[in-house]
């Protein structure tokens, strides 16, 4: 947060220009991830000269910016994603979203973008939800995505720090990501290709780390299978899924069982769900729950030898996404869904952290997680 003489974002001051044409509510069975937004946005502008100037609520609409922008040429833009959920008693609820301004001002510092108080930001962003109260659609798996992103609006060519810069909150009614629960997903080990590295911005949510996946992820797509298994250095160590990140619950080779995910050694992106699986497995007390690192051959090795017992993505867009097989150097390695049950999508603990999960988000059971708005 940049010094006291400068102006800070106050959400007492938040100037609110409501629109007149608002828009019709998409049908809820035609909603589509990203694709339609609500009738406001929230914008926060600053300048190096007077640092934050006044919130602001206006009609969702085109942005004004020069050509010139640094945002446009040199990817000096961060971002966030986080869900209000509708409850029973129709409130709207966040999950523990100064998880996520937390980040974001993480990743600010990397850019050398202005930071911001995360707790006014947050008071303009639920202000932005009262505005839109009506988006947020009702129902199991239905919620509001908010996308903060913060993006360099300095207006001169040349490689340095910012000048200007610009705050906005979008957001997007969604539906479940997949209406019948869950969606077992396959993976493509990517030997070629590498997510995040040690001094690199894996652990920032920058949209530069976004723009070179898309290359790898349409290879695994064209050789069959539906995500990116990131992996890094001689060993394959494992990284993340697509854009989630990993976790493994398998018996180690001393018959112990355990839920590992890797660390944050700085090329993992700090998952806000990531934090909450752990804590919630570690609350439970009933296997090891591990942050350490963990290869590729030992995950093939459990794999043929039987011991592999779950693969899971997690992250806010589905909470957790399984994993039935991994293709790494000419094999598939099949990874078990539910053995007591062909049909499921889902193995059982992640099916158990999910159903926990979501009755927090939704406001079913009381957590200090979930934040009324
Ligand atoms: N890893 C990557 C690369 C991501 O983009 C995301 C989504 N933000 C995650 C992990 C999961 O993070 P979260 O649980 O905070 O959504």
């Not at 409850?87 to 998880?99: C, I």
């Amino acid at each position: 947060v940049g010094s006291a003489a400068l102006g800070q974002i106050q959400a007492s001051q938040l100037q609110k220009t409501l629109t007149t044409k608002p828009k019709p509510l998409v049908p809820k069975e035609d909603l589509i991830f990203g694709h339609v937004f609500t009738d406001h946005m929230l914008t926060f502008e600053w300048t190096a000269k007077a640092g934050w100037g006044r919130p602001q609520i206006k009609p969702y609409g085109p942005l004004q910016i020069d050509p010139c922008c640094a945002v446009l040429h040199y990817a000096l833009e961060c971002f966030e994603g986080l869900k209000a959920y509708r409850d029973a008693q129709g409130k709207v609820r966040l999950f523990r979203p100064e998880k996520n301004m937390e980040r974001m001002n993480n990743s600010a510092e990397r850019l050398h973008l202005p930071q911001f108080e995360g707790s006014q930001v947050l008071e303009c962003i639920k202000e932005l939800l009262r505005t839109d109260e009506r988006w947020v659609p009702e129902g199991r798996g239905y919620s509001l995505y908010l996308r903060p992103t913060l993006i360099s609006t300095e207006n001169t060519l040349g490689v340095h720090r910012s000048n200007s810069a610009m705050l906005f909150v979008i957001a997007s009614p969604c539906g479940p990501y997949f209406p019948t629960g869950f969606k077992a997903v396959s993976l493509y080990c990517d030997e070629t290709n590498v997510r995040a590295w040690p001094g690199g911005v894996g652990n920032k949510k920058l949209g530069s780390n976004y723009a070179p996946s898309i290359g790898p992820q349409v290879m695994a797509e064209s050789k069959g299978y539906q995500q990116v298994l990131w992996t890094i250095g001689d060993d394959h160590e494992l990284m993340e899924v697509g854009t989630m990140n990993l976790f493994v619950f398998w018996r180690t080779e001393d018959g112990n069982t355990e839920l590992v995910t890797p660390p944050l050694d700085g090329t993992i992106l700090p998952g806000v769900t990531r934090d909450s699986i752990l804590e919630l497995t570690r609350s439970w007390g009933e296997f090891k729950v591990s942050e350490r690192k963990i290869n590729m051959k030992q995950l093939a090795r459990a794999s043929d030898e039987g011991r592999l017992l779950e693969v899971f993505g997690a992250g806010t867009a589905c909470v957790v996404t399984p994993v039935n097989r991994i293709h790494f150097q000419g094999k598939d390695y099949q990874v078990p869904l539910d053995p007591a049950n062909s049909e499921s999508q889902a193995g059982p603990l992640a099916a158990r952290i999910y159903n926990t999960l979501f009755a927090i988000q939704y406001g079913e059971l009381p957590s200090k997680w979930s934040v009324v708005v």
